[in-house]
């Protein structure tokens, strides 16, 4: 029976997240979830989160980072090029819970770039698909922390503005890669 709150696998793929506050890693799901996970997978192979920030920090709630062209919140794109986006994809047994990566998106369907945040509240289910909801309704969970869950803490800590833009940087300053041995 799938957990998502299991630590890694053996053969699982994990993200290990740099970044100026320290590390956080994560389980990723591409078995569950496919190019929904790929995207994330792709996307850091290429190593476009290198030096892209959290531009949006709410405690209790989130951290969004990804955008690494604009780096405002504005820009990215998927793994497959610029001005590509990807199709949101749920996953009855992935939810919105503390740690949980998922995909930043507008209101359309297949509006997936490349920004994604990580749940910092514990009562975020409604940002999950609702059952018998549109194609657009709710968020794409693809990963989950399983460790750096004080680093989440700190970022979540962060003095911001009143647009949630920090006022000190949040970089994340690579994310590698791993299958678990």
């Avoid at 549109?134 to 800590?157: N, T």
């Amino acid at each position: 029976m799938f957990n998502q709150l299991e630590q890694p696998q053996s053969g699982e793929t994990i993200a290990i997240i740099k970044t100026n506050h320290g590390e956080m890693r994560a389980r990723l799901f591409p078995e569950i979830v496919g190019e929904c996970a790929t995207n994330f997978i792709e996307l850091a192979k290429q190593g476009k989160y290198d030096g892209a920030p959290f531009h949006r920090i709410i405690s209790g709630f989130m951290i969004q980072g990804g955008d690494f062209n604009r780096k405002n919140g504005t820009g990215g794109y998927a793994a497959k090029g610029p001005g590509s986006t990807i199709a949101d994809k749920y996953d009855s047994r992935l939810s919105h819970m503390r740690g949980a990566l998922s995909w930043a998106k507008t209101m359309m369907p297949h509006s997936i770039g490349s920004q994604f945040f990580i749940v910092h509240g514990d009562d975020v289910h409604f940002l999950d698909h609702p059952e018998n909801g549109g194609p657009a309704e709710g968020y794409s969970v693809f990963g989950q922390l399983f460790s750096g869950f004080e680093v989440l803490d700190e970022i979540a800590g962060v003095r911001t503005d009143r647009n949630d833009r920090p006022y000190e940087d949040v970089t994340i300053e690579s994310v590698t890669i791993e299958t678990v041995a």
